[in-house]
Every structure is written in structure tokens, then in C-alpha cells.
Nanobody, 117 residues
Framework: QVQLVESGGGLVQAGGSLRLSCAASGRTFRPRHMGWFRQAPGKEREFVASINWSSGSTYYADSVKGRFTMSRDNAKNTVYLQMDDLKSEDTAVYYC??????????WGQGTQVTVSS
């Protein structure tokens, strides 16, 4: 079993920055991709970014391109989401997820990000 634990959320003013971390523990951790998703109040969970664990290739939702950067530290089994130029519409609970097979089937508990305008 794989456990994912997010950290780094909080309250920030619009235009500010936060860095989220997601540490994985458990059985041998070799995901195909790791991802960040978010869910705002009253909305469905949406994709934010993902990274190929082997190659490091990244993918971003259009809404965060140029502002968010996802990275990984394979030795620490940790992924990061650097969020810059935050906007009020980025307010959400952010979830880390791991894709071991064909879907993201491991999820963290989420961390709240609140951006005040």
C-alpha cells in the first residue's frame, strides 16, 4: 500500500506564492505518473499538473500554465508544486495522486490553499 501525504497549503494574498509537497511512503514506490488535482467548493475535482516519474516530463492545465511548476525528487519519493502569481480562483483543496497502472489510484488527504484578493 502507498500512502501520500501533502503539506504546504495555507493562506496567501493574490500574487503570492506557495509550494506544496507530497511525500510517498509504503511499498516500493514506482509510479508511472504523479499528479496534482484540486477541488474548489461546489465544483468537481480538476486536473492541475502531472509528471512522468521516469522522464520528468510535465503536463499542466491551461489555467495554471506559466504560473505553476511541478517537480520531483526521486530519492525522497516526493513531488512538489510551486505555485506563483496565485489568483483567487486557485483557492481549493489540493490533492496529490499517484498513477501506478492506468489510472490515478492513490490519493492523499488534501491540503487547503486559500488565496485572498
Amino acid at each position: 500500500q502507498v500512502q501520500l501525504v501533502e503539506s504546504g497549503g495555507g493562506l496567501v494574498q493574490a500574487g503570492g506564492s506557495l509550494r506544496l509537497s507530497c511525500a510517498a511512503s509504503g511499498r516500493t514506490f514506482r509510479p508511472r505518473h504523479m499528479g496534482w488535482f484540486r477541488q474548489a467548493p461546489g465544483k468537481e475535482r480538476e486536473f492541475v499538473a502531472s509528471i512522468n516519474w521516469s522522464s520528468g516530463s510535465t503536463y499542466y492545465a491551461d489555467s495554471v500554465k506559466g504560473r505553476f511548476t511541478m517537480s520531483r525528487d526521486n530519492a525522497k519519493n516526493t513531488v512538489y508544486l510551486q505555485m506563483d502569481d496565485l489568483k483567487s480562483e486557485d483557492t481549493a483543496v489540493y490533492y496529490c495522486a499517484g498513477q501506478m497502472s492506468s489510472t490515478f489510484n492513490y490519493w492523499g488527504q488534501g491540503t487547503q490553499v486559500t488565496v485572498s484578493s
